[in-house]
């Protein structure tokens, strides 16, 4: 081989090493195959690549036939944003409920028995947790992901959920560095902007992060978000000063910088996926996220070459290709040797999602026996994060304790007297998301409670500032396991 030939050949293996691409199905498709054997490092796996544990066991056995410290990893933070139970809602609660219990042994506890069961099948590196402090109460993608709005609390949970998912062998990559909780903007659809002096984001965006760093977290996810404070041009994926400058040299932090998914409008509808690929891996993150949208043999191609083709224009540092590529390898290498069926067998606590999830319920008023009611679910349009594919709300897990329960959706447009017509003269329990920020929906509840004051109401998003209701009910959270903890309440079931 020519001295021109095997450098194309480090070239081409680096460049698909620093990318994390999707796929479409339940098994991998024959070209994720061939590029893995290429030197295609890692997956990225989301709903549409899950059906089953089993399945999903299957498919990572399938990738590391063609390469044994294939990184598999997954947008899994429990809560509200779930991949492996996509289809059912999640068996854990999410952050702002583990933030609301406030304890820490059990914040370590939910995230070790969620990246054992992610270990089981398979997946290695988990794209979370979330360590955003949602100071801002009318962000649109935070919201219940962060801990909460207070930076201690923040940062001692992700640091203990860094801790309970690493113990499980499974990578954590916390995000979004340098802290996307005080945006009123979705990075999906265009690019957010926080206007705060250093000073502010030295006391709380960049306190969580420190913690995890501390804690030993793996991986670090950029934002696609513009900090003028740090740098007045471009978005933290794209930021020498805060990816180098900020994270590597001023916090010290020497793991994987994964971008967030560079197909999110912030990014592909500014620069382009290319160009901003190109322009992340020159700043200094090591891993680019693509395939939430993108998810084709054509898309990994087109990175790969631009990469290579930026290298040799000399836009793109080789030097800084095969560091970004080498910083991959390492954390594959790692997670192969904390594979999980390398470790003693622990104890399975297979129940402390819905136990987290029974803590966190917050309840105002006096509960009341109900019979046979009606839950009117008032529903917003998810944020992509979160997605529109996972059921959430009360009615499934009441009508299983309460004969008789009934139930409708009503997204915007309804009206009080929509629900109350269905209801006819039964208990209503209304079930909000976020209201606070939807005032179509606390338009309709307080409709509600005006015309019947024995309603019910349930918020399963950041709780309302003023409790409504005969009784309220905040489960902090819209998992599955929230909405049991809530009907038990309801039912007069209630458990600690």
Known sequence: MTVLAHRTDTLTRDALAVLQPGFEGTTAPAWVLRRVGEGLTAVGLFGRNIASAEQLAALTAQLRAERDDVLVAIDEEGGDVTRLEVRGGSSFPGNLALGAVD???????VARELGRRLAECGV????????????????????????????????????????GLQDSGVAACTKHFPGHGDTNVDSHHAMPRIDVDLDTLQVRELIPFKAAIEAGTKAVMSAHI???????????????????????????????????????????????????????????ADAICVGGGLADEATVLSLRDALVAAVREGTLAEERLADAAARVRALAEWTRR???????????????????????????????????????????????????????????????????????????????????????????VAVVRDAHRHPWMTEVLDALVA??????????GV???????????????????????????????RRG
């Open 463 to 493: 709780p309302l500032a003023e409790p409504r209701g005969a009784l309220y009910v905040a489960t902090h959270g819209a998992s599955r396991v929230c909405g049991r903890a809530a009907a038990e309440v309801i039912a007069g079931e």
């Open 103 to 109: 304890d820490t042994a059990l914040t370590r506890e």
């Open 226 to 284: 513009l900090v003028p404070a740090l740098d007045p041009t471009r978005p933290a994926t794209l930021s020498p000063q805060i990816l180098t400058g900020l994270l590597r040299k001023e916090l010290g932090y020497e793991g994987l910088i994964v971008t967030d998914g560079m197909e999110m409008n912030a990014i592909a509808g500014t620069y382009g996926i290319e160009r901003g690929s190109v322009l992340a891996i020159a700043a200094g």
């Open 338 to 428: 904390a594979r999980p069926d390398a470790r003693p067998e622990g104890s399975r606590a297979s129940g402390i999602g819905l136990t987290a999830a029974r803590r966190a319920v917050v309840v105002s008023g006096t509960p009341a026996t109900v019979s046979a009611p009606y839950v009117a679910t008032l529903a917003p349009v998810a944020n992509i994060a979160v997605g529109d594919e996972t059921p959430w709300g009360v009615a499934a897990e009441l009508a299983a304790l309460v004969p008789g329960t009934g139930s409708g959706v009503y997204p915007e447009g309804c009206s009080a007297g929509d629900v109350l017509a269905a209801a006819g003269d039964r208990t209503v």
């Open 124 to 163: 290695n590196l988990n794209w979370a947790p979330s360590a955003d402090v949602n100071s801002n109460p009318d962000n649109p993608v935070i919201g219940v992901r962060s801990f909460g709005a207070d930076t201690a609390l923040a940062a001692r949970h992700t640091a203990a959920y860094v801790e």
């Open 451 to 460: 015309a019947r004051p024995d309603t019910v109401v349930v918020e399963m």
